[in-house]
């Protein structure tokens, strides 16, 4: 089974703080996702990447970074967290070779980050 | 820019009962369509996938079909148990050019199932 890991369950942070989330896929994929999910709005792309070293902004990108030194390897930066921030971040990962249509996005199980 | 919308917002009915949830999206240019089932403080778990070119998929109890022409899929659980209650979300992956290539979702129906 694909197993995508996210370090922490509960984070709480402060604001102005550097904050990273990270995430570890072990699947081999090649593209890796950032969302986040509020009451309301719903789940929202953030950033993604399709390789190594390659990022892509998503619907809502300020505020955010993200790096990508390792395949395996997706962190979302919060370069100077702010109570807007305050969410639920879910990682996900997917296949993206020719068979791209057909592979389904697998997701971790969330970081809940309280920014205070 | 694609937009999901899922009805209802919430439903709740007594075990065994068959039942259906709605998605439809406003662009019919996609790859593919996901439904996920999310329980409470977790991530998402992949149910079923239709490609553009299906009509439809099974998983045991459930069923999803795809009417990419009209923008509607429909998720159908059959003799449903109060372990199927959770929130069902539906995805699109639309195709690149018009934006992000991550999935946009619909705001999920929030389904119950009584004892």
């Known amino acids: 089974d694909v197993k995508v890991t996210q370090s922490s369950r509960y984070l709480v942070k402060r604001t102005g703080e550097k904050v990273f989330l990270e995430c570890v896929q072990d699947m081999d994929h090649e593209n890796m996702f950032w969302y986040r999910q509020d009451p309301g709005l719903g789940l929202r792309l953030i950033y993604f990447s399709y390789d190594v070293k390659m990022k892509e902004k998503g619907d809502i990108p300020e505020g955010y970074s993200v790096s990508r030194e390792k395949k395996e390897r997706f962190s979302l930066i919060l370069e100077s967290a702010s109570t807007n921030q305050t969410s639920m971040y879910l990682c996900a990962s997917s296949y993206g070779d020719s068979s791209y249509s057909n592979q389904p996005q697998h997701f971790g199980d969330g970081t809940r980050l309280s920014i205070l | 820019k694609q937009e999901v919308t899922q009805i209802p917002a919430a439903l709740s009915v007594p075990e065994g009962e068959n039942l259906v949830l709605n998605c439809s999206f406003t662009?019919?240019?996609?790859?593919?369509l996901q439904w996920f089932r999310q329980d409470p403080g977790k991530g998402l778990t992949s149910l079923l996938l239709i490609q553009s070119s299906q009509r439809e998929q099974t998983s045991g109890r459930l069923n999803a079909s795809l009417d990419k022409s009209s923008g509607r899929s429909t998720l159908y659980i059959a003799a449903s148990q109060p372990g199927d209650s959770a929130t069902y979300l539906c995805?699109?992956?639309?195709?690149?050019?018009?934006?992000?290539?991550?999935?946009?979702f619909g705001k999920g129906t929030h389904l119950i199932i009584q004892p």
């Open positions: 995805a699109v992956l639309s195709r690149p050019g018009g934006g992000a290539d991550g999935l946009t």
């Open positions: 662009d019919s240019a996609i790859y593919n």
